[in-house]
């Protein structure tokens, strides 16, 4: 099982910037991935941003050149730098892990962290 703490999220002006954390816990293998997701109401969740155990990261067009997703394996933590904030950036903020079993992916997902921008 892994756990997944979400923290960073607020109210900010457009413009602002904020930065997510998101602390894993639990048993975790080592080829894995993580990822930002946010839900907005009537939508779905959709991905923000996702990272790899290397290092490779991809962005939805949205949010590339304003959002950094990067992770510290040492942590246990990934980050998302979020900068030029827009209101339509506002929503609730979801953090994943997927990760290789012997067998199969497992996936967890975090509490969720409310992101708000104001105009």
């Known amino acids: 099982q892994v756990q997944l703490v979400e923290s960073g999220g607020g109210l900010v002006q457009a413009g602002g910037s904020l930065r997510l954390s998101c602390a894993a816990s639990?048993?975790?293998?080592?080829?894995?991935?993580m990822g930002w997701y946010r839900q907005t109401p009537g939508k779905q969740r959709e991905l923000v941003a996702g990272?790899?155990?290397?290092?490779?990261?991809n962005y939805a067009d949205s949010v590339k050149d304003r959002f950094t997703i990067s992770r510290d394996n040492s942590k246990r933590t990934v980050y998302l730098q979020m900068n030029s904030l827009k209101p339509e950036d506002t929503g609730i903020y979801y953090c994943?892990?997927?990760?290789?079993?012997?067998?199969?992916?497992?996936?967890?997902w975090g509490q969720g962290t409310q992101v708000t921008v104001s105009s």
């Open positions: 639990g048993t975790i293998f080592s080829i894995n991935t």
């Open positions: 994943k892990h997927r990760q290789r079993t012997r067998y199969a992916w497992d996936e967890y």
């Open positions: 990272i790899t155990d290397g290092g490779a990261t």
